[in-house]
């Protein structure tokens, strides 16, 4: 079976490093993009079959790339994790797990915090793609 | 100037003026208005007096006629004995009748109506009685009636609204004292006595502020001075030696001439008010440890994430001999490092750093020296450096310290907008000093570098906000905007995205202004 590519998009080039050199060790193939714009991009070039999404980046937010995601029909079916610290300094109560989804676009499905704990982002990534495959076939 | 304290029309206060009038007797007014000669019991000798010129009017009156009767009754045989007994007999009943119909009718019920009204003056009695029934003087009677109604309808209302503003005067919440010319008060209310203590005849300094002399700036006096109402804030000291601050309304007591003939000084004490203010400054000092606490813990996790990136890619690199790899790890490792080390030193300033000793400065002195921390650097980077300073400036009472850290902070901010524009061929920035409006002094830093968009010029002050990514730590311009604040000043930028940035520290010249602003 061909590895499965997974994409990671932050605006962070140490995140983008780590998580590529972490996925790539553990055989993945990877590609990445630096902010929402580039991002999407390469999401209809490449398509993978992850996104792992900063969810706080200039220009294009995450936010507003995953909902672009899920908007477009050849798109909304790659499953997505956001990854981010916990919350941005400016809003500290705003919980951005309830403000991702709405009536008409459904949760990611998974959610990681900064810093970034290895295993279970590795776990979260298997455990998504098995669970996409089963319901595929 | 508040209009709301500034109390009734002159013209009205006017009562004030008389030696307390709330405390005359009753009735004081009448007797004022209406004390007449007549203050034996019924002005007995006066009405004699008339009576017995009525009198002789009346036998003079008989005389007449008996010589008519002479004339044309063709008495001229009678004896002349008779005819003077006749006279004398007409003249008697005449100048009888008419001497007892003057004082039925006229005299008693006006000895009567005096009575009555001395009755009255006296506070014996509240209405004019007359017993007499008489036609001749009864709408004199009726019009002296409703007159002593009126008047004393109008002691009534005089009295309430002396006794309303009594209670005002004692109970209202605030310190009300009226002054004299010799700065002696002529007056003062319950709250006054209670807070400051001191009695009527005492100098107005010594039971403020406990003073042996008068103050060097009195309001009171300005306003006997200048006839307007002045406004300031004040301490005292209260009887029992607590200092206590309080805001003072003087306003002018003018008599009936224009002359200013005493000063009402009311006071309103401001402890519950500073008190509140306390609380509401500490609540917003916790609301702020909170927030650095959130975002320090925010910043702090992203380094970290970093960090723990940069050690498992050297791992990696290190079991798989890849150089390439191991360079890009290592990086990683030291870049974190130093984003630690810069939040430090910054948390470090941040909570060090407060404005220090205020110094008579040359601020185009200080620009210099900055400017020149940054030359080479600025020529390095193909950054034109220009000083444009105003030379009439003069000296400004700063802390020389604390603004040069200001001045460092915005010209490093606007070398580094002008480094990261690729769009421009030539860049600069530009440092300068200028006057401002109402005394304040200008440092100006302006860039041709990015710019900002509304949203980063929003949040340019705030807590750990940086777009500088892992160079910047949001420390910077929030420290700048604390010193400035200090000062008593004011910091501002205009930007737009892709033109560049002109930050403005506005600093007033006059330490008083700065002391207090701070």
Known sequence: MAPRKIMV?????????????????????????????????????????????????????????????????????????????FAAPEYPLIDFKRFISTKSIPPPEGFMEKPIDQKALLAAIKETLDAKSSGGT | MPRALEGPDPNERIHVDRPTPWRGKEGDLLKGNLNTEAQ???????????????????????WVIAFFLMV????????????????????????????????????????????????ITRGSSHELVIAHKNKTLSPLLDAFRLACERIQERERQLERSRKEFHAVFEHVPSYIAVIGRDFRIV?????????????????????YKKRSEKCPQCFAEKSFYDGSVHRSEEVGVTKDGEEIPYLVYTAPVVDEGGMVVHVIEMSVDLRPLKALEHEKLQAERLAIVGQTV???????????????????????????????????????????????????????????????????????????????LYVEMARAAG?????????????????????????????????????????????????????GPGGQVLIQVEDNGVGMDRSTQEKLFQRFFSTKGTRGTGLGLMLTHKLVREHGGRIWAESQPGRGSVFTIAIPQSPSAAYANS
């Open chain 1, 9 to 85: 998009i932050d605006d962070e080039e140490d995140v983008v490093t780590f998580l590529t050199t972490l996925l790539e060790e553990n055989g993945y193939e990877t590609c990445w993009a630096m902010d929402g714009v580039e991002g999407l991009e390469k999401i209809k070039r490449e398509r993978p079959d992850l996104i792992c999404l900063d969810l706080l980046m200039p220009e294009k937010t995450g936010i507003l790339l995953y909902r672009e995601i899920r908007k477009d029909p050849e798109l909304k079916d790659i499953p997505v994790i956001m990854i981010t610290g």
């Open chain 2, 40 to 62: 034996s019991p019924l002005g007995s000798k006066a009405l004699s007096f008339k009576t017995g010129i009525l009198a002789a009017a009346s036998c003079a009156a008989s």
């Open chain 2, 72 to 119: 044309f009754v063709g008495a001229e045989d009678l004896p002349i004995g008779w005819l003077l007994a006749i006279g004398v007999a007409s003249c008697l009943i005449s100048g009888s009748v008419i001497t007892i119909w003057t004082k039925l009718s006229i005299f008693d019920p006006l000895a009567e109506l005096t009575q009555g009204l001395h009755r």
């Open chain 2, 187 to 207: 007056e003062m209310n319950r709250n006054f006595r209670d807070t400051f203590g001191g009695v009527e005849g005492d100098y107005c300094y010594r039971v």
């Open chain 2, 294 to 372: 959130a975002s320090l813990a925010h910043t702090i996790k992203n380094i970290l994430t970093g960090l723990e990136g940069g050690v498992y890619v050297t791992q990696t690199a290190m079991k798989k001999d890849d150089q390439a790899l191991l360079q890009k790890g290592w990086a990683m490792v030291e870049r974190n490092i130093e984003r630690i080390s810069h939040l430090v030193r910054d948390l470090l300033s941040y909570s060090k750093v407060g404005i220090g000793t205020m110094e008579s400065t040359d601020l185009n002195e200080l620009v210099k020296d900055a400017a020149n």
């Open chain 2, 383 to 435: 950054v034109e450096l220009i000083l444009e300073v105003d030379d009439s400036l003069g000296e400004v009472m700063v802390d020389p310290k604390a603004l040069h850290t200001c001045i460092v902070n915005l010209l490093s901010n606007a070398l580094d907008a002008c480094i990261e524009d690729k769009e421009k061929s030539s860049h600069r920035v530009v440092i300068g000093t200028k006057r």
